[in-house]
C-alpha cells in the first residue's frame, strides 16, 4: 500500500542520508474496531537531502489513504486553532487592503474557518477540501468549496476561468507528495502582485525538543526556511518574510510573492539555520541520539511508576500518540487505556498498542494516578480542560523534550492564561508592504 521514494521530494537529489528510523509503524491516527487487529502499517523513516536540505520520510501512502483518516474521524477545529486562523485573517485584509473584487484561495482547510472572516468582510474566496465531510461543513457555512486535491491541472482550470488569487493560504504543504506540482499550481495561480501565506511546523523546532512524536506517514516533508526558499526559488517564487508562531508546538509562517523582495527576517533567518548546520547531517544525528536516549527514560519513567502500584493512561489518539506509543514499545503493559475528545474514536483501538479508547470523561470517574499528555500541541487546553482531575489529585506526563511530571506551579501558570496556545506572546511582525505589480 505504499512506495518508498528513491530521490528527494523536493529537487529530486538521488542520495537521502538516513537520519531515524522509527520502525514498521501503523499509519498515524488509524484505529481499529477489535482489540486483536492492526491497521495497515508503512516503514516510518526520516532522511535528509544534502542537495536541498529538505528532511522527509521515505514512505508515502496512497492519498485515497490519507483521505480514509481524515473522513473517519473528522472532527472540528479547536478554539484555539479558529482564533488563531482569525487573527492572521484579520491582518491580512488590513494590511493587503483586500475588498470585495479580491479572492483569497485555500488548500486543505479543513471546515473553512481559515476563510469566514474573509467571506464576513465580503470577499469572494474558494476553499479546496479534498475531505468530503469537512467539505460539505465549509458549504454549509457559506465557504465557496471545491472537494478536490489542490495540483497545477486544477491551477490552469482556475487560471482559464479568471480566477486567480489575490492570497492564496496553505498550511497542508508536509503532507503533499508531489511538492515541485503543488508549488506549480501556487505559481500558476497567483496573481503577478499576490501573496501566499503558507505555514508549517519548524523542522528545528521539532528537534529542538526532542518532538520525534510530529514524524507520522501523513507529515511527509519537515521544512526549514532554507528548504522552503530553495523550493519556492525553483519556481520563481520568493520567501520574502518570515514569522514564528506557536502552532504545533512552533511554526513558521511564511509569505511568498512572484516578486523578489526579500525583508531581513527571513535574511537573519537563513543565516541562524546556516549557523546551525542545517545543510549538514551533525544537527539531525544529534536528535537521533537525543530520541533513542527519550525513548529509554520515558519508558523508565513509567515502569518505575506501574511497579509502584500507578495506573496510567494516555491522552490522545492520534497520530501523533501512534508514532510515541509504536516507537517506545508503550501498551496494555504499561498504560490502562487511551482517551480522546473526538467521538468518532472513543470505542475504538489504538493500532499497534491495543490500547482501548474512551471519553476523556472517563479520567474523573475512574481517577488513574497520571495521565501522559499524547497530544502535545494541545497540552495547555487538555490541561484548562481537566482541572477537576488535577484538583482531586492527578498527575500530568509530558513525554517530550524529556519526560516529566509537570509541576504544581507549571499547571498553575497553564491554568492562569486567559488565551491558550494562539500564539499571542510571540506577536508576529507586520505583513511585508505589498509588491509593486
Known amino acids: 500500500m505504499h512506495t518508498i521514494i528513491k530521490k528527494c521530494r523536493s529537487c529530486q537529489y538521488e542520495h537521502l542520508e538516513p537520519i531515524l528510523n522509527l520502525g514498521e509503524t501503523c499509519f498515524g491516527g488509524l484505529l ?95 476553499g479546496i477540501v479534498p475531505d468530503a465531510a469537512a467539505a460539505k461543513t465549509a458549504m454549509r457555512r457559506g465557504i465557496n468549496t471545491l472537494n478536490t486535491f489542490f495540483s497545477r491541472q486544477l491551477a490552469e482550470t482556475l487560471r482559464d476561468r479568471g480566477k486567480r488569487a489575490d492570497i492564496f493560504i496553505a498550511n497542508n504543504l508536509p503532507a503533499v507528495p508531489d511538492l515541485n506540482d503543488t508549488v506549480d499550481g501556487l505559481k500558476t495561480i497567483l496573481k503577478n502582485d499576490g501573496l501566499a501565506v503558507v ?51 512552533g511554526s513558521l509562517r511564511v509569505f511568498v510573492e512572484p516578486i523578489e523582495n526579500v525583508q531581513e527576517s527571513v535574511r537573519i533567518r537563513l543565516d541562524f539555520e546556516n549557523g546551525r548546520g542545517i545543510n549538514t547531517m551533525q544537527p539531525y544525528a544529534e536528535f537521533a541520539d537525543n530520541v533513542q536516549r527519550v525513548r529509554r527514560s520515558l519508558k523508565t519513567v513509567l515502569l518505575d511508576l506501574k511497579e509502584s502500584g500507578q495506573r496510567i493512561v494516555g ?21 490502562d487505556y487511551i482517551v480522546d475528545m473526538n467521538p468518532l474514536k472513543q470505542g475504538h483501538f489504538m493500532c499497534g498498542s491495543h490500547l482501548p479508547v474512551y471519553s476523556p470523561n472517563k479520567l474523573v470517574e475512574d481517577m488513574p494516578g497520571y495521565v501522559v499528555i499524547l497530544a502535545l500541541n494541545y497540552a495547555n487546553e487538555i490541561i484548562h480542560q481537566q482541572q477537576t482531575y488535577y484538583l482531586r ?3 500530568f506526563i509530558i513525554p517530550v523534550p524529556s519526560p516529566s511530571i509537570i509541576n504544581e506551579d507549571e499547571i498553575y501558570a497553564i491554568l492562569s492564561q486567559k488565551r491558550m496556545n494562539t500564539g499571542e506572546k510571540n ?10 505589480g
Do not use: W
Not at 517506545?328 to 504499561?334: R, S, T, W
Not at 506577536?427 to 509593486?436: K, N, T
Open 199 to 249: 505555514e508549517v511546523p519548524y523542522l528545528l523546532g521539532m528537534i529542538d525538543n526532542n518532538q520525534f512524536d510530529m514524524i507520522c506517514h501523513q507529515r511527509l516533508s519537515y521544512f526549514t526556511a532554507t528548504s522552503l526558499d530553495r523550493l519556492f526559488r525553483r519556481h520563481g517564487l520568493y520567501l520574502n518574510h518570515l514569522e514564528q508562531t506557536a502552532l504545533h508546538g
Open 32 to 126: 481499529s474496531e477489535d482489540q486483536d487487529e492492526d491497521t495497515m502499517t508503512a516503514p516510518l523513516v526520516l532522511v535528509f537531502c544534502p542537495h536541498c536540505s529538505l528532511v522527509q520520510i521515505n514512505a508515502t501512502m496512497p492519498r485515497e489513504i490519507l483521505l480514509l483518516h481524515d473522513s473517519a474521524y473528522y472532527f472540528p477545529s479547536s478554539p484555539a486553532k479558529l482564533n488563531y486562523f482569525r487573527e492572521i485573517a484579520q491582518r491580512i485584509i488590513a494590511c493587503r487592503r483586500l475588498s470585495a473584487n479580491s479572492l483569497v484561495i485555500e488548500t486543505a482547510g479543513k471546515e473553512g474557518y481559515a476563510l469566514q472572516s474573509f467571506v464576513e468582510k465580503g470577499i469572494q474566496t474558494i
Open 315 to 335: 491522552y490522545g489518539a492520534g497520530a501523533r500518540a501512534t508514532t510515541l506509543l509504536n516507537y517506545c514499545g508503550i501498551d496494555q503493559a504499561i498504560l
Open 393 to 395: 489529585g492527578g498527575e
Open 427 to 436: 506577536r508576529p511582525l507586520p505583513l511585508p508592504v505589498q509588491s509593486p
